[in-house]
């Protein structure tokens, strides 16, 4: 009974290995490599087995789902021409990467004159891309007990950054209850969006503030802008109201009291609305050209 199991293994060993040999098989030696932004990377693609002399070796790059030759009849195409060759056998080196080259690559490798004709590697690569100056916006002034929103946005780097906030060149704790110098503060950070919000600022929250935002390419960080923090003059404020209340009520006593002394009524008479008198005594008058100057008619009668 032992020697026909072990004929059979043997002859399984055998059939293995024949096919093996017969087969085309790639490797390789990183599938999620990484490169900062204008550095090289390789792609590696190595052929473990083959008997074909020539074989066919192309490469694709698929991004948001949708494949593109980027080595296909021994020459490279696409957006990677003139950044990018073939070192022997089968491996794509890229000179100069660029964010835009973020995506899976796929090595073919097709062998006619193998058993196994075809055999695939899928890579993903991912450019790392360093974050630019943040802009910030950080109020100038705030009156203690409002609230007060400080924002930091950067668009450019890749992956997504992080980011911190420093007060007076001083991290600020993610947690305000981790440090003493923060533990009254009233404060939340997230660092994925990089927005501040004090519910309710406090004197001790003035001071230099800027942001930071980091990946794994690098950082980039805004200038320092001043928060001020000033107290509300409740009693200035009153006393300002009344002295307001009191001048306009000055002002309208002493329109009224002109009015009733009649400072305000004026009657003008002009030439236009002169009324001739009344005929009393019986006689005409006819006015002349010169204003005041009258004549009697031809018909006057004593």
């Given amino acids: 009974m032992a020697m026909p199991r ?3 293994l043997l002859v399984l060993f055998y059939t293995h290995s024949y096919i093996t040999t017969l087969a085309v098989v790639l490797r390789t030696d990183n599938r999620t490599p990484w490169a900062n932004e204008f550095e090289r990377i390789e792609l590696s693609c190595l052929i473990e087995s083959i008997t074909t002399v020539n ?27 003139n950044r990018a060759v073939i070192r022997e056998p089968a ?15 796929r090595c073919e490798v097709t062998a006619h004159n193998d058993q196994k004709i075809f055999d695939e590697i899928l890579i993903s690569l991912i450019v790392r891309v360093k974050p630019v100056v943040p802009r910030c916006s950080v109020p100038k ?35 305000h209850r981790s440090s003493p110098k923060f533990f009254n503060s009233s404060y939340t950070l997230n660092s994925e969006t ?5 519910s309710a600022v406090r004197k001790e929250d003035a001071g ?32 300002g109201v009344l002295v307001v209340v009191a001048v306009l009520l000055a002002i309208t006593v002493a329109i009224c009291c002109a009015c009733k002394k009649g400072y305000f009524a004026s009657q003008k008479q002009t030439g236009n609305n002169y009324k001739a008198p009344a005929k009393g005594d019986g006689v ?11 004549r009697h008619k031809s018909s006057f009668v004593i």
């Avoid at 074989?55 to 021409?81: A, Q, T």
């Avoid at 705030?142 to 950067?154: F, I, M, T, Y």
């Avoid at 005409?284 to 009258?294: A, I, L």
Wanted: overall charge negative; aromatic content about 12%; proline content about 5%.
């Fill in 6 to 8: 072990l004929s059979r």
């Fill in 55 to 81: 074989p066919r070796i192309e490469w694709k790059k698929i991004k948001n789902g949708e494949p593109s030759y980027v080595y296909f009849e021994k020459k490279i195409s696409g957006d990677l021409e």
């Fill in 91 to 105: 491996t794509l080196v890229i000179t100069n990467t660029t964010r835009s080259d973020t995506a899976q690559y």
């Fill in 141 to 175: 002034s705030v009156p203690v007990g409002k609230s007060a929103e400080l924002r930091c946005v950067e668009d450019e780097g890749y992956p997504k950054p992080q980011y911190q906030w420093f007060r007076n060149k001083e991290e600020i704790p993610l947690d």
């Fill in 194 to 198: 990089g927005t501040l919000r004090f």
């Fill in 208 to 239: 230099e503030y800027y942001c930071r935002a980091k990946n794994d390419a690098g950082h980039a960080q805004c200038g320092s802008q001043m928060m001020e923090i000033y107290d509300i003059n409740i009693t200035g404020i009153i006393l």
């Fill in 284 to 294: 005409d008058y006819v006015r002349t050209e010169d204003e005041g100057d009258f």
